[in-house]
């Protein structure tokens, strides 16, 4: 496929909105996606705002410079950047209003990290889907019941509202708007010159410090997970759990929901995947890991990792193992 130069192309303007506080990468990640695809036809201007114009301290420490959204014009794509800032202490009304005012001059809102919460703040994503950060996911659907929250996903789509998960997630939804503006080939090249993925696989799950919940509030049931924990490789059942904590069935299942907010059931699959997960982290192989986390094969463990993640242990670990083995 012949790439057409941006000179021949119409150009569209990029809004990027940041304020105090903004994680640095979840704006210039974005703004360096739509630069690099200028050389392959994207034709994309690049605006940086904020509510009042000014300079504004990112999340290192550079100050940038920004234009005021009021003298911004209009826009064909409005991106909210996020911050490691709580949200309510950085949703402030004048970036609500400003998300708002923008909302009527774009041809579509997007967000990234926790710029969600602004636009949910706006009123952008009420009967929507959504997503954010995985640490802040169960947040955002408690504050805002009538988004849809999708906790597991990259970056999500809904109408001409687009929401992303945390920093990198940032570059993955930019390069889906390249390639939706002006198709495959171009967002490709776009995505190897920055020697990035074009699609990752997997959703967030795949980044998660952690998948098995709260801890227990009682003794029993610390017994239970304890148990479950330190003997991964005992054919736990919920009859089993329930026997070793000397109560019933039913019981035992109330006690986990309460605290855990899982079923006995849940919360050994959980455990096991956390532990093959942590193995595979060390260097262990994948039978290794699945035998340590008490899978029955390599091939239990393997249709564990896809179902949950949807990548393989051995991906899995080619990914996320050390880059020791880069060095020199």
Request: net charge neutral; hydrophobic share 40%.
């Amino acid at each position: 496929m012949e790439i057409v130069r941006s000179s021949e192309t119409a150009r569209r303007r990029v809004g990027i909105v940041v304020f105090d506080g903004v994680k640095m990468l979840d704006f210039t990640g974005p703004a360096e996606v739509f630069v690099e695809a200028n050389q392959f036809g994207g034709n994309y201007e690049v605006v940086v705002m904020s509510p009042t114009g000014g300079d504004v301290a990112t999340s290192v420490g550079v100050r940038v410079s920004t234009t005021p959204v009021h003298d911004s014009g209009g826009f064909d794509t409005v991106i909210v950047a996020g911050s490691e800032i709580a949200p309510p202490l950085f949703v402030t009304p004048e970036l609500i209003e400003a998300t708002r005012d923008l909302a009527t001059r774009t041809r579509r809102m997007s967000s990234v990290c926790t710029g969600s919460f602004v636009l949910a703040e706006a009123g952008l994503l009420d009967g929507r889907s959504a997503t954010t950060h995985w640490k802040f996911t169960a947040d955002l659907a408690h504050r805002f019941p009538e988004v849809q929250v999708d906790s597991d996903a990259i970056y999500v789509s809904d109408g001409n509202i687009y929401s992303s998960a945390g920093v990198v997630a940032g570059i993955d939804l930019s390069l889906a708007l390249v390639e939706e503006d002006h198709g495959a080939e171009v967002a490709r090249r776009t995505a190897q010159g920055l020697l990035v993925y074009m699609q990752r696989g997997g959703g967030q799950s795949q980044f998660s410090s952690s998948l098995t919940g709260p801890a227990p509030r009682t003794s029993l049931v610390r017994k239970a997970t304890d148990h479950i924990r330190g003997n991964p490789q005992v054919s736990h059942t919920v009859s089993s759990i329930a026997a070793h904590v000397n109560v019933s069935v039913r019981q035992l299942t109330r006690l986990f929901r309460d605290e855990l907010g899982a079923t006995p059931a849940g919360y050994v699959a959980d455990t096991r995947f956390e532990i093959a997960r942590d193995k595979l982290h060390a260097g262990l192989t994948v039978g290794a890991a699945a035998q340590a986390a008490g899978y029955g094969s390599a091939e239990v463990m393997r249709r564990a990792f896809v179902a949950r993640i949807g990548i393989s242990p051995r991906r899995y670990q080619q990914r996320f193992s050390s880059t020791g083995a880069l060095a020199g």
